[in-house]
């Protein structure tokens, strides 16, 4: 059974950081991209932050400059990185994992970032 679980989350004021983790159990499995996605009241999920096998990254507009995404290939484990951080990054972040670009994705119960203002 493969299982992204996501840590790290808390409560921060705006302009502090967090890290989020995301750690990929179930053997057998072997991790092509992993993608932090956001969800907050209200709105629809979105796609924060991916990065590929060959460590490609990518972000959505809003947080560019601000989180970094990583991985540990060997630990199947990828951190999410997220500094000066605004009140209207509040949301439950998700991970997920895919086996190849067009794959299904195995997402994680997701952890939840409040920035007070």
């Known amino acids: 059974q493969v299982q992204p679980v996501e840590s790290g989350g808390g409560l921060v004021q705006a302009g502090g950081s967090l890290r989020l983790s995301c750690a990929v159990s179930?053997?057998?499995?072997?991790?092509?991209?992993m993608d932090w996605h956001r969800q907050a009241p209200g709105k629809q999920r979105e796609l924060v932050a991916t990065i590929a096998n060959d460590g490609r990254t990518s972000y959505v507009d809003s947080v560019k400059g601000r989180f970094a995404i990583s991985r540990n290939t060997a630990e199947r484990t990828s951190y999410l990185q997220m500094n000066r951080l605004k009140p209207e990054d509040t949301a439950v972040y998700y991970c997920?994992?895919?086996?190849?670009?067009?794959?299904?994705?195995?997402w994680g119960q997701g952890t939840q970032v409040t920035v007070s203002s």
């Open positions: 179930g053997s057998g499995f072997r991790i092509y991209s």
């Open positions: 997920n994992a895919r086996e190849c670009k067009d794959c299904p994705a195995y």
